[in-house]
């Protein structure tokens, strides 16, 4: 029976943790605002981290909006910074270079998500009449 989580994924969940946290404590950079890290994704050599990040915004960001050019560049003015708070903060022998990608799929579902409402409307997917039928018999 395979393992549930494989090691790459527990330092990903780990590098994630450790980041979100530095992010918010360490890094002084004006430029980087609310972000938020979605996911961290590990090579199998531990070489390189490929962190997918999201920015907390009024307005709709996508990749060439110029406050995410922004907050990449700050995230990977820091990333040798970060790297080295990582490696005191964990206990590998191999801390990854880390790599900040933008996350588009947050703005893509909600995309999808105001589709949805254009196409079918508000109205719930079962009515609460019928939920009651079903609930008395």
């Given at each position: 029976?395979?393992?549930?989580?494989?090691?790459?994924?527990?330092?990903?969940?780990?590098?994630?943790?450790?980041?979100?946290?530095?992010?918010?404590?360490?890094?002084?950079?004006?430029?980087?605002?609310?972000?938020?890290?979605?996911?961290?994704?590990?090579?199998?050599?531990?070489?390189?981290?490929?962190?997918?990040?999201?920015?907390?915004?009024?307005?709709e960001l996508n990749e060439e909006s110029a406050e995410i050019q922004d907050t990449l560049k700050a995230l990977r003015s820091a990333a040798g910074f970060l790297r080295g708070q990582l490696g005191r903060a964990m206990k590998l022998r191999v801390i990854p270079q880390l790599r900040f990608h933008f996350d588009a799929l947050q703005g893509q579902s909600r995309r999808i998500d105001s589709l949805i409402d254009k196409a079918v409307g508000k109205q719930p997917a079962v009515r609460q009449d019928d939920n009651n039928d079903d609930q008395e018999s």
């Open positions: 029976m395979p393992r549930e989580f494989s090691r790459l994924d527990r330092i990903g969940d780990q590098i994630q943790k450790e980041l979100s946290h530095l992010i918010m404590r360490e890094v002084k950079d004006p430029r980087v605002g609310m972000v938020t890290i979605n996911s961290v994704r590990v090579s199998k050599d531990l070489g390189y981290a490929d962190i997918y990040v999201s920015v907390l915004s009024t307005e």
